[in-house]
């Protein structure tokens, strides 16, 4: 059974930095393309970012909001997924969800970690 | 950046009705990076169809959805106590995934 446990979140002041991971298991992770999803309280989807298995040369793509003061990475010896938020606004408070991307949809979704940014 | 649109915003039914969702886009998007989840209250999204038309693992044979180009339907043949939530599409195009803003089906 695939799982995805993100972890890290929390409360954070207005330029500040946090790390969120997302432990991932029932699945080869190495081989995986992973992306981070997020929803803001009461609000829609939005995709953040997404990395590539480095088989398939392990690049990176994220979306305009974030681009710059985010960064995906990935630690296949550890089946760990990270996301690096500096800079944060209040704008990006969210759940952040951990997500397995196969053939361009999210197949399977993590619980999510709730990341709050204000002073 | 293709931008989705969903309606209606709110579809308001009662159990053992039929909904259909639709999903437009600004320029056409390939089926096969065309996908629609289902979300509860509290809960993570879950996959429900994928390259428009295929039913994820698990999901029951009356979600069904359909459409090319720029118009996408998600169709719920007999609504259940368990579907109602809200359902979002989402496409992939030019190394970037878009949602759509989603669409709340509740009961009448």
């Not at chain 2, 009356?62 to 109602?84: K, V």
């Not at chain 2, 979002?88 to 949602?99: A, I």
Request: charged content about 15%.
């Amino acid at each position: 059974e695939v799982q995805l446990v993100e972890s890290g979140g929390g409360l954070v002041k207005p330029g500040g930095s946090l790390r969120l991971s997302c432990a991932a298991s029932g699945f080869t992770f190495s081989n995986a393309w992973m992306s981070w999803v997020r929803q803001a309280p009461g609000k829609g989807l939005e995709w953040v970012g997404r990395i590539k298995s480095k088989a398939d040369g392990g690049a990176t793509d994220y979306a305009a909001p974030v681009k710059g003061r985010f960064t995906i990475s990935r630690d296949d010896s550890k089946n760990t997924l990270y996301l690096q938020m500096n800079s944060l606004k209040t704008e990006d408070t969210a759940v952040y969800y951990c997500t397995v991307v196969s053939g361009f949809r999210f197949q399977h979704w993590g619980q999510g970690t709730l990341v709050t940014v204000a002073s | 950046e293709i931008v989705l649109t969903q309606s209606p915003g709110t579809l308001s039914l009662s159990p053992g009705e039929r909904a259909i969702l639709s999903c437009r886009a600004s320029q056409s998007v390939s089926g096969t990076y065309l996908a629609w989840y289902q979300q509860k209250p509290g809960q993570a999204p879950r996959l429900l169809i994928y390259g428009a038309s295929s039913r994820a693992a698990g999901i029951p044979d009356r979600f069904s959805g359909s459409g090319s180009g720029t118009d996408f339907t998600l169709t719920i043949s007999r609504l259940e106590p368990e579907d109602f939530a809200v359902y979002y599409c989402q496409q992939y195009g030019s190394s970037s995934f878009t949602f759509g803003p989603g669409t709340k089906v509740d009961i009448k």
